[in-house]
């Protein structure tokens, strides 16, 4: 786990067939689109090459250290090269394997590579009503196995393994009923056989090691949360022609870091366009990411909780009302979003400070802590924000910082 918790930040890449239609990665089944009709799509899904280069390239201009992409979607179209299926983009359209050209790409582009693998596959009636289809529920956990056995034979070192879909179409199972269908403890273990190292998501009805909680950002208490989200307002992943609410860069930093607060990662979604090019809406806001990062990285990579108040949830109200803190080591990295001008007021620290800076530029200002009651004052800041996007003060203690217990909390009346 240790490169995936250095990281924090990756870039999901959703795109199949659904691209072409432009109305999300759910639309055969959401418009109950015919098999035999859907598959006439596969001959006209002609990305153009070097798509996944500009894929990886859009990941490390945002920051990103890793990236994950949809091998195979729900809609069953391998993006690869399996014996077990005639419907790839090796055998139809491009006749190109496209997971090998993006492992290719994010490797080159020093990224860790990440796959994304859909348990279910609309076109086997076996998922939908496995009692009435046993042999069609065989075939469709059999081919599972089988074409994650090639993903994880023929494309070298595979670093994540994310699976989806591994819940039952009428949604009435719990999770071990999941692992029971997909034989998951077979699965994940002949995963662990080909890829020691691997980090798997629990999607298959196992625990295994990360947590992938959908368009919220949640830290996980006892396991390692990797949040993922589009950067639309839609629950649609893939590319959405007309998608009319984008997120700011400066709301997409605050899950970044809040992420990275809760000690967990950020899944960020691209849907390419049916050609594969990253649309501009996205692309602008990666690299506003991008810039942020390059110089206040350190804030966000490998750095995790920080007992400091600091808002949990974006736009919630808290009693820090500036931003988050990150912490590594002795450093806490308060990440101001909501700049308060030339004085910033912490509260509730119970551990020396020993040096406060900007993060971006290395200047030091002076500050005051008050032992007794915990308040840090920081002065001579600009009046205005010094970043773009959020301002990162870097608080230098004399131990692990802790937040300071309030017993009495009328105390502060009294002062
Ligand atoms: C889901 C959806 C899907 C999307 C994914 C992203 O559960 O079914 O379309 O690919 O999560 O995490």
Redesign the pocket.
């Known amino acids: 786990m240790k490169w995936f918790h250095e990281a924090r930040f990756g870039i999901y890449v ?1 795109f199949g067939l659904y691209s072409i239609l432009g109305r999300g ?2 639309t055969m089944y959401s418009e109950r689109i015919p098999p035999e009709e859907y598959a006439l799509l596969a001959d006209r899904f002609l990305p153009e090459k070097g798509c996944a280069a500009e894929w990886a390239k859009a990941a490390v201009s945002a920051g990103a250290k890793y990236m994950v992409l ?1 091998t195979r ?2 809609e069953g179209f391998c993006l690869y090269d399996s014996r077990y299926s005639d419907f790839t983009s090796v055998k139809r359209g491009p006749h190109r394997d496209l997971v090998r050209e993006y492992v290719d790409a994010a490797r080159k582009a020093g990224l860790c590579v990440g796959l994304y693998y859909s348990l279910l596959d609309w076109r086997f009636p076996g998922y939908f009503d496995p009692e009435k289809h046993p042999e069609s529920r065989e075939a469709l956990v059999k081919q599972a196995h089988d074409q994650v056995r090639e993903l994880m034979t023929e494309y070298g070192k595979i670093d994540l393994l994310e699976y ?2 591994g819940w039952d179409a009428d949604l009435s199972e719990k999770r071990d009923g999941w692992a029971r269908f997909w034989r998951a403890e077979e699965l994940n273990a002949m995963v662990r056989r080909l890829q020691p190292g691997i980090i798997i998501n629990d999607r298959s009805g196992t625990d295994e090691d990360i947590e ?1 909680p ?1 368009q919220v950002v949640r830290a996980g208490e006892t396991r390692a949360t990797e949040s ?1 989200m589009c950067i639309g307002d839609s629950c649609a ?1 893939g590319y959405t022609r007309f998608n009319p609410n984008w997120k700011s860069s400066e709301q997409l930093l605050q899950y970044l870091v809040q992420a990275a607060q809760g000690g967990g990662n950020y899944l960020l979604n691209i849907g390419p366009d049916p050609r594969g090019h990253v649309r501009a809406e996205e692309l602008e806001r990666l690299q506003a990411l991008g810039r942020w990062l390059s110089v206040n990285g350190e804030a966000v990579y490998g750095a995790g909780r920080c007992a400091l108040i600091g808002s949990s949830q974006p736009g919630t109200v808290d009693l820090n009302l500036q931003g988050p803190w990150t912490r590594k080591g002795n450093t806490g990295y308060w990440c101001i979003f909501r700049w308060p001008g030339k004085v910033a007021t912490a509260i509730r620290i119970a551990t020396p400070v020993k040096k406060v800076s900007l993060l971006s530029s290395g200047k030091e200002f002076p500050f005051h802590w008050n032992e007794k009651t915990g308040k840090l004052t920081i002065s001579g800041l600009p009046s205005l924000p010094p970043d773009e996007l959020c301002s990162v003060l870097k608080v230098e203690f004399e131990s692990v910082p802790e937040r300071m217990k309030e017993s009495d909390l009328a105390a502060w009346l009294e002062e």
């Open positions: 959703h990665e759910w949809t979607h729900h989806d879909g992938t959908e993922c992943w």
